[in-house]
């Protein structure tokens, strides 16, 4: 079983639509949990990133966590074509390195 | 724009051969991380230095080296180039031997 799944997608949406990404990992320890933009042959960007379990909102994005299911999500509402990108979720232990999902594309249907 | 830059941005080459990347981490990060992106296989972690010293390896091969400088910046050197190796290669620094990391633009390595 791989540390960290991620379904790759592409997701296609139309805009305006919430949009719910997924992980799952295996690896209890982990417990620093990021998620990352990466636009097309761009270096992938800092979208969020929490602490343990619970939700942390920041404009139109939610970052969930739920460790006893040992799965996160990554909520954005009111959808915009500018969203269309890759989003990969991170995580990591204490004192350890970050493992990365492979990525979900997403499109914003206009 | 995270602040981490890296040199060249493109980079197209022949099998054999050996190329430097180079990363300039963000001011006052003390910690660089290279990473390996293809289509099939995600962003793969290679090395990472903190200070100076190395401080964790990932799925680096042997052909592949990389250094940290007094100044903090790196080069990830790549030798015996195969076709396989053609990729885009992050760089990302954060400010402590763990934590956030923030990207830099990548190097596209093409390898003919």
């Known amino acids: 079983q791989k540390e960290v799944e991620q379904d790759p997608g592409p997701l296609s949406v139309p805009e305006g639509a919430i949009v719910s990404l997924n992980c799952t990992y295996s690896?209890?320890?982990?417990?620093?949990f990021m998620w990352y933009r990466q636009y097309s042959r761009k270096g992938p960007e800092l979208l969020m990133y929490t602490y343990s379990s619970g939700n942390k909102e920041d404009g139109r994005f939610t970052a969930q966590v739920d460790k006893s299911s040992k799965y996160i999500s990554l909520f954005i509402r009111d959808s915009q074509p500018s969203d269309s990108a890759t989003y990969l979720c991170a995580m990591s232990a204490r004192d350890d390195k970050i493992i990365f999902g492979k990525g979900t594309r997403l499109h914003i249907l206009p | 724009d995270s602040g981490v830059t890296q040199t060249p941005k493109h980079l197209i080459t022949a099998t054999g051969q050996r190329v430097t990347l180079r990363c300039s981490p963000r001011?006052?990060?003390?910690?660089v991380y290279w990473y390996q992106q293809s289509l099939d296989q995600g962003l793969q972690f290679l090395i990472q230095y903190y200070n100076g010293e190395e401080r964790a390896k990932g799925n680096i091969l042997e052909r592949f080296s990389a250094q940290q400088f007094p100044d903090l910046h790196s080069e990830l050197n790549l030798s015996s180039l195969e076709l396989g190796d053609s990729a885009l290669y992050f760089c990302?620094?954060?400010?402590?031997?763990?934590?956030?990391?923030?990207f830099g633009p990548g190097t596209r390595l093409t390898v003919l």
């Open positions: 001011s006052g990060d003390l910690s």
């Open positions: 690896n209890s320890a982990f417990q620093y």
């Open positions: 990302a620094s954060s400010p402590r031997q763990e934590g956030t990391q923030y």
